[in-house]
């Protein structure tokens, strides 16, 4: 009897503990997690989020401490364990990244900072390229058209079941620095996604749902909690997007949250972050050489990581 009090003891704390304002227990549900630590998370920089349907392939970037190089890895599951992750074919030369998995897997879009033309093309501008799979292999990159790629930069692709296209680009005209941009397809008019997902302040990196029905994107607008929050806005019955919504303090900190990016299931929102540092400052103890080398070389030493949490947790999704 005894036990069976304590167990019950033991699950009113835990709830207890999810649902307090300021969260002090740190686990799966009520906190992000580290997604795959020292598989995919190391003490590199590593960034994005794109997974297979079965989940158990998984695309994502790896870049040196000032983003300078980037390279996309991938990492597949085997039958009881992860396996070692591999830049993959396409990549490893140029500075590529943002992976993005389209539903039917047999494309994969990316940005790059490749040449478009190789012998004449000198503006180390990025632009979106894909690559096509044929007989489970990796074909040759293929740049998308000057309707969507200009002389600026753009980033983080994201398409629908359907195939629209939404990205970020520093092209001019827009209404802040860096604006999201869509198209119907890769061939058709690129629009700017217009106010009020854009604002006066930069946004990037949209990940939008698979019927876009919601759209999810940094911005470094007013409001926030640090130097890059995490938003979504939701499509209205008009068709017209609602005010963003900041995905609040389980997400965002006082440090850059981006990449943002839905598991197939619907279960877990997966985002990148940067900026912060696994030193306590506050202490106000001397640390020794060896406190300061262990801790800059653990994961969280301030450089780029993945984590996850529960869609179910934010309190933005459970409204809808």
Same mark, same amino acid.
């Given at each position: 009897?005894?036990?069976?009090?304590?167990? $019950?003891? %033991?699950? *009113?704390?835990?709830?207890?503990?999810?649902?307090?304002?300021? $969260?002090?227990?740190?686990?799966?549900?009520?906190?992000?997690? %580290?997604?795959?630590? @020292?598989?995919?998370?190391?003490?590199?920089?590593?960034?994005?989020?794109?997974?297979?349907?079965?989940?158990?392939?998984?695309?994502?970037?790896? *870049?040196?401490?000032?983003?300078? /190089?980037?390279?996309?890895?991938?990492?597949?599951?085997?039958?009881?364990?992860? =396996?070692?992750?591999?830049?993959?074919?396409?990549?490893?030369? /140029?500075?590529?990244?943002?992976?993005?998995?389209?539903?039917?897997?047999?494309? %994969?879009?990316?940005?790059?900072? =490749?040449? $478009?033309?190789?012998?004449?093309?000198?503006?180390?501008?990025?632009?979106?390229?894909?690559?096509?799979?044929?007989?489970?292999?990796?074909?040759?990159?293929?740049?998308?058209?000057?309707? &969507?790629?200009?002389?600026?930069?753009? /980033?983080?692709?994201?398409?629908?079941?359907?195939?629209?296209?939404?990205?970020?680009?520093?092209?001019?005209?827009? !209404?802040?620095?860096?604006?999201?941009?869509?198209?119907?397809?890769?061939?058709?008019?690129?629009?700017? !996604?217009?106010?009020?997902?854009?604002?006066?302040?930069?946004?990037?990196?949209?990940? &939008?749902?698979?019927?876009?029905?919601?759209? &999810?994107?940094?911005?470094? =607008?007013?409001?926030?909690?640090?130097?890059?929050?995490?938003?979504?806005?939701?499509?209205?019955?008009?068709?017209? @997007?609602?005010?963003?919504?900041?995905?609040?303090?389980?997400?965002?900190?006082?440090?850059?949250?981006?990449?943002?990016?839905?598991?197939?299931?619907?279960?877990? $929102?997966?985002?990148?972050?940067?900026?912060?540092?696994?030193?306590?400052?506050?202490?106000?103890?001397?640390?020794?050489?060896?406190?300061?080398?262990?801790?800059?070389?653990?994961?969280?030493?301030?450089?780029?990581?993945?984590?996850?949490?529960?869609?179910?947790? %934010?309190?933005?999704?459970?409204?809808?």
């Amino acid at each position: 009897m005894k036990k069976k009090y304590f167990v $019950l003891l %033991l699950v *009113a704390v835990f709830l207890f503990a999810c649902t307090k304002e300021t $969260l002090d227990l740190k686990t799966d549900d009520c906190l992000p997690e %580290l997604y795959l630590p @020292w598989i995919v998370n190391t003490p590199a920089f590593e960034m994005n989020a794109s997974f297979s349907k079965s989940g158990k392939e998984f695309y994502y970037s790896v *870049a040196d401490p000032y983003q300078n /190089y980037n390279a996309i890895v991938s990492v597949k599951q085997g039958r009881r364990i992860w =396996r070692n992750p591999e830049v993959v074919s396409f990549s490893g030369v /140029y500075s590529d990244f943002d992976p993005f998995l389209t539903y039917n897997e047999n494309r %994969l879009y990316f940005c790059s900072r =490749r040449p $478009l033309q190789e012998s004449t093309d000198k503006t180390n501008d990025a632009n979106i390229w894909f690559v096509q799979k044929d007989n489970d292999a990796w074909g040759k990159p293929q740049a998308l058209n000057i309707n &969507i790629n200009s002389e600026f930069d753009e /980033y983080y692709i994201s398409v629908s079941r359907n195939g629209s296209i939404y990205f970020s680009s520093t092209r001019s005209g827009g !209404i802040g620095s860096w604006d999201i941009y869509f198209s119907q397809d890769q061939d058709s008019t690129v629009e700017n !996604i217009g106010k009020p997902v854009n604002s006066a302040y930069r946004e990037w990196d949209p990940f &939008i749902a698979e019927d876009e029905s919601f759209i &999810i994107f940094t911005s470094d =607008r007013k409001g926030g909690y640090g130097g890059g929050d995490l938003y979504v806005s939701f499509k209205g019955d008009n068709g017209e @997007w609602g005010s963003p919504q900041n995905l609040g303090n389980k997400v965002n900190t006082t440090d850059y949250e981006y990449c943002p990016a839905i598991s197939r299931d619907m279960e877990y $929102l997966y985002f990148s972050r940067f900026g912060g540092s696994s030193i306590d400052f506050n202490t106000g103890s001397k640390k020794s050489l060896m406190q300061l080398t262990n801790k800059f070389k653990s994961i969280e030493n301030g450089l780029g990581n993945i984590y996850r949490i529960k869609l179910k947790e %934010l309190d933005v999704f459970i409204e809808k």
